[in-house]
């Protein structure tokens, strides 16, 4: 998996934003700004960070991650086409063919053993000349797909504060991770009540 940050809206918008409902003002990103902004997450009045966006590059997920991923449905995603993915099973040269390639492998043997046969299942269809659309629903759960993925600070906050759970889906626990290492330091005040303390040195 690997995951990069693409773009992040600057952290004075919010701070304008909060500032507008007090009427009060101010001009730069100060000690009192990020003061304000702390206050405002720890008193759960986060309407004002949902200005602020953020854009990630996620590669290497499965199908399975995906589809938990698509719950959060404040956020936008722009997923890889399967149909257009499925002409490289096709053609593919069996000589260099590695799994790891194409599956999120779990170390659990039998788990990835079937992983695996139903992924040969699939180039079986496509070598058979079965269409990619139809073809695609012999895929197992496990195979990679990339996304971009647009999120406002407000909804990633209810993101990690979940999927970094103890009882999320192992693979979007180390996504949250992932994403949290993304992040440029001026942004972690966002996440810092509800982030583990190992994720980017904080």
């Keep these: 998996m690997k995951v990069k940050l693409l773009n992040a809206t600057p952290l004075k918008i919010a701070i304008e934003a909060i500032r507008r409902c007090y009427d009060s003002c101010g001009d730069d990103l100060g000690k009192k700004d990020l003061k304000l902004l702390k206050s ?110 647009s999120i406002n600070a407000r909804s990633l906050r209810n993101f990690l504060e979940l999927r970094s759970s103890s009882k999320a889906l192992w693979e979007l626990r180390e996504l949250s991770n992932e994403i949290i290492d993304s992040l440029p330091e001026e942004y972690l005040i966002l996440f810092k009540d509800i982030i583990k303390e190992e994720s980017n040195g904080i």
């Design 40 to 149: 405002i997450i720890k008193n759960g009045h986060t309407s004002t960070i949902e200005h602020i966006h953020f854009t990630f590059d996620i590669k290497g997920i499965s199908r399975a991650a995906l589809q938990e991923l698509a719950r959060h449905r404040v956020a936008s995603l722009s997923v890889e086409s399967t149909r257009y993915t499925l002409k490289k099973l096709k053609n593919i040269d069996i000589r260099e063919f590695r799994y790891e390639d194409y599956l999120v492998e779990t170390n659990n043997p039998i788990v990835d053993k079937y992983s695996r046969a139903s992924l040969d299942h699939t180039i079986s269809c496509l070598k058979d000349n079965v269409k990619n659309d139809l073809a695609k629903y012999a895929l197992p759960e496990s195979y990679k797909t990339s996304l971009i993925w």
